[in-house]
C-alpha cells in the first residue's frame, strides 16, 4: 500500500515537473563573447582584499591563465606600476599549453607606500605558430589620495517620482 | 339583436375596404411582407477614409474628422509623433463615429494622425497623415534648444582613437525645473534630431534649469531607460537661468562628464529599436539598462525576477566597467540588445553563460543565439550606413561587419564578422554550426546575398522560429528549415551561404540508403562520410567478413552537431546483433565534444555478411542537433 502511495506520489511529481513550462527555468545571463584565452590575478593568500592592504605591506600574487585551445607557446607576463615593487619571484613565464590547461606565476610585492599602484597581467598565446591572442586584467592595490571631492552629482526625483542622479 | 347586425355589417365593411386597398396596392396577393434585403457582402477591406482633418481645439484637445466609407463598418485612428511612420498610439479602435477626439496630447507638440476603415474583411489601408499642434496656453514663455552628448570615434587598431563627435539625444525625456523648489514646470522629449521645446507660464523671472534624463522612447511610446544599479536614471542639467519670452537653452554632455556614458548607451540603444521598427510589426518593449556594473562581464538578463548573482535588478542589459569598459563600446552594446530582442521576438533557448569566439564545439542553441547577437551590431550599423551614417561611431575606415570590443587603453576583442579568417579565426575554428563566429558570418552573407536580404531573415527569426515546440531548440538548424519551408526557391543560394561555413544540410552521395535493401556496400578498412540531414534519416551500410575476428565499427569526426546512434544487424539487416549510442561515458563537455558524442561497437564476427546503421541519437543533448556529419570506420 505504501509503495503504492510512493509510486502515485513520484509519478504525480514527475508529471508536475514535466509541465513546468520552459520559460519558468532560471533567468540567464546571455554574455558578451571573449576570446579564448583567460587570464585573472588576486593575492595568493584566500581572504585578503585591496580593502586590507595595508602601505608597505609585503602580499604574495598569483596570476593565473587558461587557454580553451592548444597553444604552441603561452606568454604570461605581469607588469607593475605606481610604486608596486618587487619582493621576490617572476613575473613572466613562457611555455606550451594545452587546451583547458592552467598556467600561472606567482611573486610577492610591496604595496606603495604612497598613492595607488597597479598589476596588469597580460597572457599571450600563439596558436599554430600564427596567431596571438591576448587577454589581460589588472589588479590596484594602495591607497588612493584622500581628497575630499565634492560630489559630482545629486540625488533628486523626477516628475514622475522616479529616483535620478542629476550632474 | 339590432347591434349585433350592425356589428357584423361594420366588420364586413372594414374587411371588404381593406381587400379593396389590398388589391389597389398592387401586391396582387395576401402574401406576407417580402423579407429585409440581405446586407451587402463586402467585396474587398475598405478604401482608406478621405478628407481626414486634425483641429486643435484647445491646448489639450485634437478632433479629427474623415468623410465615411460605404464598405466600412468601423474606424480605427492612430497616432504618431513623427510625420510618415510609428503609428503605434491608437487613439480609438473600432468606433462607428465620424468624428473623435484626442485628449492625451500636450500643447506644442505636433502628432500625426491616419484613420483606417474596417469590415468583416479586415481593416483597410491607412489613410493620407494629417498633422496639429495645440497651441500653447496664451502667456506662456517657450525654451528651446539642441541636447547633445560627445561620442568616443573607435576603429579595430587601437580602440578608441581618441576622437570625438557630438551627436543629437534622441526621443529623450526633458524637464524644465525651478531651481528653487525643484518642481518640474514642464516636460517633454527631443526629437531625432535632440531639438527640444518647452513652454511653461510660470512667471518672467523665475530661476529655472533644463535637465535631460537617460530615457528615451524611441519606438513612440516605450521606453528604454539607463540606470545605475540603485536603480536611478541619470540626468544632467544646464546651468539656472532666468525665464524671459523666448530662450534657447543648449545643452551638451561632454565626456567629461561621468553622466555621458549613459548618453552613448541610450543613443545605440535607441539605434536598435529604429532598426528593429523596420522589420517588427509591433512595438519594441520596455528594456532597462544598467550601468556601471562593476562585477563580471556585460550581459543581457532575460529574467523579469531579481536574483543575487546576475539580474539584481531584473531583466535588463547589464553594462560592465571596469578596466574593460563597455559604455563606449556600440558592439557590445547591440551584441547584447540583439539577445533582448531575440527573447522578445523570436525564441532563444541557448543555455547562457560564458562562451568563446573560436570554439566550434559548442552547443548549438548557445552558437546560434551568440551567433545573432554578434551578427546584430553588423545589421544595424549596415541599416545605419544607409540611412543616418553619422550616428555611426567607428571610423570610416573600420568595416561595418568589424566588432569590436575595446577596454581601457586598447582593443579586449576584434573579428571581422564578414571575414573572420585570419586575423580572429585559423583552420576550422570559426567553421560549423557549432560555432558562433560562423552562425553569425551566415547571417551577414545572407543579409548581402541580394535574393536573400535582411527581410528574409527578420521573416523567419519573427515568424518560424517561435513556433518551434520544445522538442526544437533553436538553432541554425531549425533557422535553416524556417527558410526553406518559408522560401523553398531560396535553396540554391542559401546552401551557398551555408557552405562557406562549411555547414551542409543536404542528402550525402550515399542516399538513399534508409533501409537494408538500399544499403550500400562498405569495405572494411576504409571510411565513408555521411550526413545526417532530415526526418528519420538511417544510413545503412553491408559488408563482409572473411575470417572470425574481432571488429571495431565506429562513427568519428562528429561535425555541425551531430550526434550518432549506431547498430550492427546479422545478415538479413533485421536482427540487433549490439547497439551503442555514446562510445565513451564521459559528460558531453564541451557539449558537441566529438568524441564524446560519437558511437563504438567493438565484436567477434563470424565469417558472413552484416549491415550496420548509423541515426541521429534519439538520446541526444540538447546541446547537440538533429543534423549533421560523421566518419564510418570498420576495421579488425
Known sequence: ?167 | MQRPIHRLGILVIILFAALILTNCSGSGDSAPPPPPPPPITPTGVPYPPASVIATAISDTQINIGWSSVSDATSYNVYRSEQTGTAYTYTVVSGTTATIVSDTTVTSGTTYYYVVSGTNSLGEGPLSAEVGSTPALPSGTLTITGTIKYEDKEYDQSVGHTGNTSLKAVRFAEVELVNASSLTTLWSTRTNSNGVYSISTSTNTGTTVYVRVLSSAAPAGVNTVSVMNLSPALYAVKTADFSLKGETTVNLTIATTNTADGAFNILDVLTSGYKFVETYAAMSTPVLNAYWPRTIGLTYYCDGPVPDSAYCIRGEGIYINKTFDTDEFDDDVLWHEFGHFIASKYSKDDSPGGVHYLDDNTQDLRLSWSEGWGNFFPTAVKFWLNTTAPELLSADPVTPLSQYVDTETGGILLTVNIGAPEPDTCISDNCKYATNEISNANVLWNAMNTPVLGMDKIWEVFDNYLPTLGLSYPVSIENFWDGWLASYPTDSMALHTVFNGRLIDYSADVYETDNTPVTAQSFTVGWGQQHRIYGNGDIDYVRFTVPTTTTYTIRTSNLLNGADTYLTLFDNTGLNVIYMNDNATSQPPLPPNNTTALSSRIVWSLEPGDYYVSVKSSPDKPASAGRYGSYTLTISP
Not at chain 1, 509510486?7 to 515537473?17: E, R
Not at chain 1, 608596486?84 to 613565464?93: I, P, R
Not at chain 1, 604595496?111 to 589588472?138: D, F, H, Y
Open chain 1, 1 to 167: 500500500m505504501n509503495y503504492r502511495r510512493i509510486s502515485v506520489l513520484m509519478l504525480l511529481a514527475m508529471l508536475c515537473l514535466a509541465t513546468i513550462p520552459y520559460s519558468a527555468a532560471a533567468a540567464k545571463a546571455s554574455k558578451k563573447p571573449m576570446l579564448p584565452v583567460t587570464v585573472t590575478i588576486g593575492p595568493t593568500m584566500p581572504g585578503v582584499g585591496e580593502d586590507t592592504l595595508q602601505p608597505g605591506e609585503v602580499v604574495a600574487f598569483t596570476v593565473k591563465a587558461t587557454t580553451l585551445a592548444d597553444a604552441s607557446e603561452m606568454h604570461l607576463e605581469a607588469k607593475l606600476s605606481g610604486g608596486v615593487e618587487l619582493v621576490s619571484g617572476t613575473l613572466e613565464w613562457a611555455g606550451p599549453a594545452g587546451k583547458g590547461e592552467e598556467k600561472q606565476i606567482s611573486f610577492t610585492v610591496r604595496v606603495p607606500l604612497k598613492g595607488q599602484g597597479s598589476i596588469k597581467a597580460t597572457a599571450t598565446i600563439l596558436r599554430e605558430g600564427k596567431r596571438t591572442v591576448k587577454s589581460t586584467a589588472q589588479y590596484v592595490l594602495g591607497k588612493g589620495e584622500r581628497v575630499k571631492k565634492k560630489p559630482e552629482y545629486q540625488q533628486k526625483k523626477d516628475s514622475k517620482g522616479r529616483d535620478i542622479v542629476e550632474y
